[in-house]
């Protein structure tokens, strides 16, 4: 008895949670028509605003920027001072000022070599070259004040590529510095280099149509494209979802007519049963005159039929002919 009374109490919860729910059930199962699309609807606004926000990232972050890439000269190999550098991902279709800058010490060997060269080659990873260009490039002892030390290190930028757009985003960069004779004209024509220090490649962005307006407001740009994404996705999802909770809203009452017709249609139709009792003797009795009339006739017809005359007995008479034969009339004469 114990065991029985322990299970019947721990059965009650669940025979009340499952009523509650059926009950619940049972008050949604009319409503669910019109919840459905605005749940579904709803569930996809978190999606949406995803989506958007992804979508101002992805703007910010493919907005073109300057870059600096180092260049570590190679000495010694009997050629000018070389280095190959991988740039930055750049964007393709955009346009870049590209240029040299060097970092020299303030020796007067170095203002003694006069004029030297830079070269530049851009190539793909696949070794194609895309571009190629020599500047030449001087060293200019700086202007100092009378109250002021000269510095140790001078800074030469050469300009060397101008509003060039790679057309490509993976570009590989070979930097030559200095001149492929080694200054040997100079002294006692011994090889000498160009002493630098630091060498970087640097490129600048240009700005020029949209691109240039993104590029200016990098932010700006990324918020009005995660505002636009959110505009469009949401009359799209609207569109495409919101038009069935208004079409079954729609088409509600129709089924609440047909649901109320059926009274008036069992009225309608025992009237309409008594009208056609009522209408059934009419027609038999208008079925009924033309067999009368038919009578009457038959009756007239046969009242008005003559009996056949009797024929009188006796010798019959025989009529003279009109036409004369005129022989027989000759005969007698």
């Given at each position: 008895?114990?065991?029985?009374?322990?299970?019947?109490?721990?059965?009650?919860?669940?025979?009340?949670?499952?009523?509650?729910?059926?009950?619940?059930?049972?008050?949604?199962?009319?409503?669910?028509?019109?919840?459905?699309?605005?749940?579904?609807?709803?569930?996809?606004?978190?999606?949406?605003?995803?989506?958007?926000?992804?979508?101002?990232?992805?703007v910010?972050?493919?907005?073109?920027?300057?870059?600096?890439?180092?260049?570590?000269?190679?000495?010694?190999?009997?050629?000018?001072?070389?280095?190959?550098?991988?740039?930055?991902?750049?964007?393709?279709?955009?346009?870049?000022?590209?240029?040299?800058?060097?970092q020299?010490?303030?020796?007067?060997?170095?203002?003694?070599?006069?004029?030297?060269?830079?070269?530049?080659?851009?190539?793909?990873r696949?070794?194609?070259?895309?571009?190629?260009?020599?500047?030449?490039?001087i060293l200019?002892?700086?202007?100092?004040?009378?109250?002021?030390?000269?510095?140790?290190?001078i800074?030469?930028?050469?300009?060397?590529?101008?509003?060039?757009?790679?057309?490509?985003?993976?570009?590989?960069?070979?930097?030559?510095?200095?001149?492929?004779?080694?200054?040997?004209?100079?002294?006692?024509?011994?090889?000498?280099?160009?002493?630098?220090?630091?060498?970087?490649?640097?490129?600048?962005?240009?700005?020029?149509?949209?691109?240039?307006?993104?590029?200016?407001?990098?932010?700006?740009?990324?918020?009005?494209?995660?505002?636009?994404?959110?505009?469009?996705?949401?009359?799209?999802?609207?569109?495409?979802?919101?038009?069935?909770?208004?079409?079954?809203?729609?088409?509600?009452?129709?089924?609440?007519?047909?649901?109320?017709?059926?009274?008036?249609?069992?009225?309608?139709?025992?009237?309409?049963?008594?009208?056609?009792?009522?209408?059934?003797?009419?027609?038999?009795r208008?079925?009924?005159?033309?067999?009368?009339?038919?009578?009457?006739?038959?009756?007239?017809?046969?009242?008005?039929?003559?009996?056949?005359?009797?024929?009188?007995?006796?010798?019959?008479?025989?009529?003279?002919?009109?036409?004369?034969?005129?022989?027989?009339?000759?005969?007698?004469?």
């Amino acid at each position: 008895m114990a065991n029985s009374d322990s299970n019947s109490i721990v059965a009650l919860p669940s025979r009340l949670f499952f009523s509650a729910l059926s009950a619940f059930v049972a008050f949604l199962r009319p409503l669910l028509p019109h919840i459905l699309p605005l749940l579904v609807y709803l569930s996809f606004i978190p999606l949406v605003l995803f989506f958007s926000a992804s979508a101002g990232w992805i703007v910010w972050r493919n907005v073109a920027v300057g870059w600096q890439a180092p260049l570590y000269l190679q000495y010694g190999d009997g050629v000018p001072p070389y280095a190959l550098a991988t740039l930055p991902a750049l964007v393709a279709q955009q346009r870049y000022d590209i240029s040299l800058q060097l970092q020299v010490p303030n020796l007067d060997a170095n203002y003694a070599l006069g004029n030297f060269m830079t070269t530049l080659t851009l190539s793909t990873r696949s070794n194609k070259t895309l571009t190629s260009i020599r500047r030449p490039a001087i060293l200019v002892p700086p202007r100092v004040a009378f109250y002021s030390s000269a510095p140790a290190v001078i800074t030469v930028e050469v300009p060397l590529l101008t509003a060039y757009a790679a057309g490509v985003s993976h570009v590989v960069a070979t930097v030559e510095v200095g001149r492929r004779d080694n200054w040997k004209s100079l002294g006692n024509e011994q090889g000498r280099e160009l002493s630098v220090i630091t060498a970087s490649l640097r490129g600048v962005v240009v700005h020029h149509g949209i691109r240039g307006l993104v590029t200016r407001l990098p932010l700006l740009s990324a918020l009005i494209s995660s505002i636009a994404f959110l505009i469009v996705s949401s009359i799209i999802v609207g569109v495409c979802i919101l038009p069935l909770a208004f079409r079954h809203a729609a088409t509600q009452p129709k089924l609440a007519q047909v649901d109320i017709q059926p009274l008036p249609a069992i009225s309608n139709s025992s009237s309409d049963d008594s009208e056609s009792v009522e209408e059934k003797p009419l027609v038999q009795r208008r079925r009924s005159r033309p067999s009368s009339r038919t009578a009457i006739k038959t009756e007239d017809t046969s009242t008005t039929v003559l009996p056949p005359q009797t024929v009188p007995q006796g010798p019959l008479r025989r009529r003279r002919s009109k036409l004369v034969d005129p022989v027989s009339s000759d005969s007698e004469s």
